[in-house]
């Protein structure tokens, strides 16, 4: 690393140490969705020195995103959402490598490129395209960090193909979807952050990851409540993997 990067990140070196900055440096992951969930996750990725990261949503900015989608302003309203992240987050730093794909994360785009990351995070509000990820990623054994929001309510979930349950095991059929749906701008950020911590946690080996549990937020209470969660030895994705 150099002198830059050894002061930039002197903080979390302190806990990660610098063989943990450099598997961070060394790492590529993939980010679907640069909304609510994913403008959290990507800054705190970003931040924390990520060396390749690839994001892909193909949506443009709307001034109904603004009260929960903190890497866009007012002057971005119309422009790709993965193209000002791409740059933003050059800006913040300048040390990683960014690629921004503004379009549909299709079978396609799995095959292509889950096989060459190192681990994904769904910050998705659809569950079409999460159901996708989800397959791809126990296909191709990658890690992948679920959030889901709605109003004042979030859920995280790590998955681990091979070792935990998948997406599918917990929800077996695509629930109802309500649109728009109601939210309260920090829930997304709060999640996505959750996202980006476990995400550091898996590339680095630092800390315990939540594995085989449903973290459930209660924005109301301020609450955290972890659900304890099994495979299902049926499960059409996942169950291939295990004896």
Same mark, same amino acid.
């Given at each position: 690393?150099?002198?830059?990067?050894?002061?930039?990140?002197?903080?979390?070196?302190?806990?990660?140490?610098?063989?943990?900055?450099?598997?961070?440096? +060394?790492? /590529?992951?993939?980010? %679907?969705? $640069? @909304?609510?969930? #994913?403008?959290?996750?990507?800054?705190?990725?970003?931040?924390? !020195?990520?060396?390749?990261?690839?994001?892909?949503?193909?949506?443009?900015?709307?001034?109904?995103?603004?009260?929960?989608?903190?890497?866009?302003?007012?002057?971005?309203?119309?422009?790709?959402?993965?193209?000002?992240?791409?740059?933003?987050?050059?800006?913040?730093?300048?040390?990683?490598?960014?690629?921004?794909?503004?379009?549909?994360?299709?079978?396609?785009?799995?095959?292509?490129?889950?096989?060459?990351?190192?681990?994904?995070?769904?910050?998705?509000?659809?569950?079409?395209?999460?159901?996708?990820?989800?397959?791809?990623?126990? +296909?191709? /054994?990658?890690?992948? %960090?679920? $959030? @889901?929001?709605? #109003?004042?309510?979030?859920?995280?979930?790590?998955?681990?193909? !091979?070792?935990?349950?998948?997406?599918?095991?917990?929800?077996?059929?695509?629930?109802?979807?309500?649109?728009?749906?109601?939210?309260?701008?920090?829930?997304?950020?709060?999640?996505?952050?959750?996202?980006?911590?476990?995400?550091?946690?898996?590339?680095?080996?630092?800390?315990?990851?939540?594995?085989?549990?449903?973290?459930?937020?209660?924005?109301?209470?301020?609450?955290?409540?972890?659900?304890?969660?099994?495979?299902?030895?049926?499960?059409?994705?996942?169950?291939?993997?295990?004896?």
């Amino acid at each position: 690393m150099t002198s830059e990067e050894l002061e930039r990140y002197n903080r979390q070196i302190a806990l990660l140490g610098e063989d943990g900055q450099v598997k961070l440096k +060394k790492s /590529k992951i993939l980010i %679907v969705g $640069a @909304g609510g969930l #994913g403008s959290a996750a990507l800054y705190y990725l970003a931040a924390a !020195g990520i060396g390749r990261i690839i994001v892909i949503d193909r949506e443009q900015v709307e001034l109904s995103n603004l009260n929960r989608q903190i890497l866009y302003t007012s002057s971005d309203i119309g422009l790709s959402k993965a193209n000002v992240a791409l740059r933003r987050l050059k800006e913040l730093n300048p040390n990683i490598n960014i690629s921004a794909l503004s379009k549909d994360f299709d079978e396609s785009l799995a095959e292509e490129i889950v096989p060459k990351v190192d681990l994904a995070i769904d910050a998705l509000d659809n569950w079409d395209t999460r159901i996708l990820l989800n397959r791809a990623c126990v +296909k191709y /054994k990658k890690p992948l %960090v679920h $959030a @889901g929001i709605e #109003g004042f309510y979030g859920q995280l979930m790590v998955i681990i193909p !091979g070792e935990t349950a998948c997406l599918q095991c917990i929800i077996p059929a695509k629930p109802h979807e309500r649109r728009p749906f109601p939210v309260i701008g920090p829930v997304p950020g709060i999640l996505g952050a959750m996202e980006a911590l476990e995400s550091i946690k898996i590339l680095t080996g630092c800390g315990e990851i939540t594995k085989g549990k449903l973290v459930l937020f209660n924005g109301y209470s301020l609450s955290l409540t972890n659900v304890d969660v099994k495979r299902n030895p049926k499960c059409p994705v996942c169950s291939h993997l295990f004896p």
